[in-house]
Every structure is written in structure tokens, then in C-alpha cells.
């Protein structure tokens, strides 16, 4: 019996995905719950796994198609095993190819590239699972040297000799996601009104309390370390209470303020930039903040992340800081209207009452949606998180 391999209900939000890989190919067989293809959406990347033993006998979408919610993209034959497949299939071959030895194993995307190309396959060394031949190893055979052939003699020419692997180029398509994010972040700088505020925080307070109590925290909370931006998170929340403006968001010529705080966190991955959202800042403790950073951190690098994960948010924190940056001016996460940018860490001469003292400085820079908060606002909204953090019992005082 055959059942159909179906791509996911994909939430309202997102319209459709495209193949990213199959994990199997036809006439491999499959465990129930074994994951077969990845499908990469707008948001993320959907597994899709078997829903009984069987062999794969048809892939109906390749990788790179489009695909809608519950559309087939290929067929289980549910009991069947390798070898009676095999069988099948050399009963039904030609009889001028009686031997199975000379089959070539590769990638249905590494046959149409050879084939495009005139390379034999046969030739290629595969780097896939059980010596399969992928799509980069017939990259890898084009952009090799040729061997040397003998060729008739010509009179002396002056050659000039170039290495063609100090001129190589790679072509790739863009992932769903990566285009997502370059077409939101176009829409953000044609539609609002961005301006960015920038201040600078002593963190040399932050720095002691972490220091201090930075063991007794991991030991007090399960493992859970003593971080930053736990502090960041939860000045952003207080701070947000105090200027609704910047927790709010526009929806054509409405104004849509938010009675709670939910914060999303940038997070760099191979894929792309996501930005899993914290509910309910203003009740979670810093360590409830950290444990959620780093249970999102690790998802993201595994592609684990569900849609609902980065869904809503009503204020956005992005770290250029962990990579070195010094200052930047971060583009607003729509249909948030403000976006708060950390960065490095680095000591500087500063006057202290009448003294140049050497302190751990952070620059901080919000950019913001000029339509809804005013130069006022973001300014003491700003000062206010520079507030917190260079005296963090004003967080526990609320002052």
C-alpha cells in the first residue's frame, strides 16, 4: 500500500515553503518517525518524517520547489523493504544493463548538473552517505584543473599564467529565509520614519555584581549562567512600562498600544538572523530571562525553532556587540517601532568628579519609528535603560 508524503499546515502566516533536503532518496527505506525532508519557510525549517516502514518510491517535488500546505511531495510504499524494490528493478531494466555494479548512486540535483554539464558521473568520487554522489562534488569536478593532454605544437606564445582557483565564483540561491529578511528589512527603511539616539553605559556595575555572585547564581538556578543580557532584558521592561510609545506599534493610521511586554532577541544562525520573542518580560526574573536566551539560542543553531517561538514581540534587543561591533544603527523588527543595539564592551578615559578614570563603556543606540515616538521619548527611554543598568537596584526599587 502507498501513502503520500505530505508538506505540513503551515500556520496562516506563511503561505508556503520550499524543499530544503531530503534526507532520503527513492528506494531507500524509511522508519515511521524518521525524518525524510526539511522544508524551509519564511520563519523556519519544518521536518517532515515518515508515518510508517517502508521504501521511498517517488519524490514528486525536488529540492528547491515551492510548495503549498498539505501538498504531496512524494509516496511510501508502507512494508515494502530494499530488496524486493531492487528486485523489481532489475527484473524491468534492459537487458544490455544486466549489472548493477556499474550504477551510478547520486542526487537526482547532481545528475541534471553532470548531465547540463557533460560530466560523466561515473568518474566522481561521491562525498554523500554510502559514496553518494551530491550536487557539490560535480561543483567541486567543474571547477578542478583540467588534466594534461598532449596538443600539436604551435609557435611560442606569451602566456601569462593565471591561477583560476585565486578566481573562483560560487553561485548559489538564496534561502527562503535569508530573502525574507532582506525584503522585511527593505520594507522597514521604505516605510517608517527610522532615526537612531545613541548613549553610552558604564558597565563597570554590572560587571562586580556579575562577578560576585556569578557562581552562586549557576549553582542557585540549575546551571543556568549569569549573563548580560538577562539585565538588558529586563531595564527594556521597565523602561517600556514607563514609555508606552516605544511598546507599541502602528497598523495603517491606527495606533495599537501594548498592555504587555514581549521582547524578542536576535540570534544569528547559518541560515539567517531570527528573533525568538520572551512573553511576559516584565514577570519573568533574570534568570527565567537567561534559561529562555539559551534554550532559543540552542534551537535556532539546530533549525528547531516553531513558528510561535517568533511570532508577536513588541520591542526587539540585538547584540552586534558579541561579534565586536562598536557602533551601529540596527533597522526596526515591523511592526515593532523601536530596536535597542548593544554593543562591544571596551574601557575608555572618562572624568569622574574632576578625574580621568578608565571605565568598561558600552555604546547603546535605539532606533525608532519617528511616526510614533517622538525625539523626547526615545531619548529618556534610552537614559532610563543607561540608568538601570549603571545602578541595577533601581530595577529591584522601581525608581
Not at 544493463?97 to 551510478?104: A, F, G, M, R
Request: net charge negative; hydrophobic share 45%; with cysteine.
Amino acid at each position: 500500500m502507498a501513502i503520500q508524503i505530505k508538506a505540513p499546515q503551515f500556520p496562516e502566516s506563511i503561505e508556503e515553503g520550499s524543499i530544503a533536503t531530503w534526507h532520503k532518496q527513492v528506494g531507500e527505506a524509511v522508519s515511521r518517525d524518521e525524518l525524510i525532508v526539511d522544508i524551509e519557510t519564511d520563519k523556519t525549517v519544518l521536518e517532515v518524517v515518515a508515518a510508517d516502514d517502508g521504501v521511498l518510491t517517488e519524490v514528486m517535488k525536488k529540492e528547491g520547489d515551492v510548495v503549498s500546505s498539505q501538498e504531496p511531495i512524494g509516496k511510501i510504499e508502507v512494508g515494502a523493504v530494499v530488496a524486493s524494490t531492487l528486485e523489481k528493478r532489475v527484473e524491468a531494466a534492459p537487458a544490455a544493463e544486466p549489472h548493477l555494479d556499474t550504477v551510478v548512486v547520486a542526487n537526482p540535483a547532481a545528475r541534471k548538473l553532470a548531465e547540463e554539464n557533460n560530466i560523466d558521473l561515473a568518474s566522481l568520487s561521491g562525498t554523500g552517505k554510502d559514496g553518494r554522489i551530491l550536487k557539490e562534488d560535480v561543483q567541486n569536478a567543474m571547477t578542478a584543473p583540467a588534466a594534461d593532454t598532449p596538443v600539436a605544437e604551435e609557435p611560442a606564445k606569451l602566456v601569462v599564467p593565471i591561477s583560476l582557483s585565486e578566481r573562483a565564483e560560487k553561485r548559489v540561491p538564496m534561502t527562503r529565509l535569508r530573502a525574507t529578511i532582506a525584503k522585511r528589512l527593505l520594507d522597514a527603511q521604505h516605510n517608517a520614519a527610522m532615526l537612531t539616539t545613541f548613549n553610552e553605559v558604564n558597565m563597570g556595575p554590572l560587571m562586580q555584581l556579575r562577578k560576585q555572585y556569578k557562581e552562586l547564581f549557576e549553582k542557585t538556578h540549575n546551571g543556568t549562567r549569569l549573563g548580560f543580557m538577562g539585565f538588558f532584558v529586563k531595564a527594556a521592561a521597565e523602561a517600556l512600562k514607563r514609555f508606552p510609545a516605544v511598546n507599541a506599534s502602528i497598523d495603517g493610521n491606527d495606533i495599537v498600544y501594548h498592555g504587555y511586554y514581549d521582547i524578542g532577541v536576535a540570534v544569528s544562525t547559518e541560515r539567517g538572523l531570527v528573533v525568538p520573542v520572551l512573553r511576559d518580560c516584565d514577570r519573568m526574573s533574570i534568570a527565567e530571562v537567561e534559561g529562555g536566551i539559551r534554550s532559543y539560542a540552542v534551537a535556532a543553531q539546530e533549525g528547531k525553532l516553531a513558528i510561535e517561538d517568533m511570532t508577536g514581540g513588541t520591542f526587539t534587543i540585538t547584540n552586534g556587540g558579541v561579534f565586536g561591533s562598536l557602533l551601529s544603527t540596527p533597522i526596526l523588527n515591523p511592526p515593532q517601532t523601536a530596536i535597542l543595539g548593544m554593543h562591544k564592551i571596551q574601557e575608555r578615559p572618562m572624568a569622574v568628579t574632576g578625574q580621568v578614570v578608565i571605565q568598561p563603556m558600552m555604546y547603546l543606540a535605539l532606533s525608532y519609528d519617528h511616526r510614533m515616538i517622538d525625539g523626547k521619548d526615545a531619548v529618556q527611554f534610552l537614559v532610563a535603560i543607561k540608568d538601570m543598568l549603571e545602578d541595577p537596584a533601581r530595577m529591584l526599587l522601581d525608581v
